[in-house]
């Protein structure tokens, strides 16, 4: 069974940085893509980032091109999400989830397994 847990949201000013993390089990994830969605309250859950975990290609959302990194650690079975120059619109909470499939999409209907989320507050 796949487990994502996710870790490292908080409370930052605008303009900071936060780093998350997820931690993923219970496969050899060679195969899949790893991608980070958000939702704010009230809104629907959007696409952030994603990543094939074989390949490394990677694909972000317009709103946080050049502001986001995703990466991912083989050795230690984690992605992350590199957060810098946060606004308050990113306010949101951030969940990781897991694709069977080495194929990048933003679409979080295509993603089979989902962690728990984690809040980021950014003030203003």
């Known amino acids: 069974q796949v487990q994502l847990v996710e870790s490292g949201g908080g409370l930052v000013q605008a303009g900071g940085s936060l780093r998350l993390s997820c931690a993923a089990s219970?496969?050899?994830?060679?195969?899949?893509?790893m991608g980070w969605f958000r939702q704010a309250p009230g809104k629907e859950r959007e696409f952030v980032a994603a990543q094939s975990w074989s390949i490394g290609s990677t694909y972000y959302a317009d709103s946080v091109k050049g502001r986001f990194t995703i990466s991912r650690d083989k050795a230690r079975n984690t992605v992350y999400l590199q957060m810098n120059s946060l606004i308050p619109e990113d306010t949101a909470v951030y969940y990781c989830?897991?694709?069977?499939?080495?194929?990048?999409?933003?679409?979080?209907?295509?993603?089979?397994?989902w962690g728990q989320g984690t809040q980021v507050t950014v003030s203003s």
């Open positions: 989830a897991a694709r069977s499939s080495v194929i990048v999409t933003t679409s979080s209907l295509s993603y089979n397994y």
């Open positions: 219970g496969r050899t994830f060679s195969t899949y893509a």
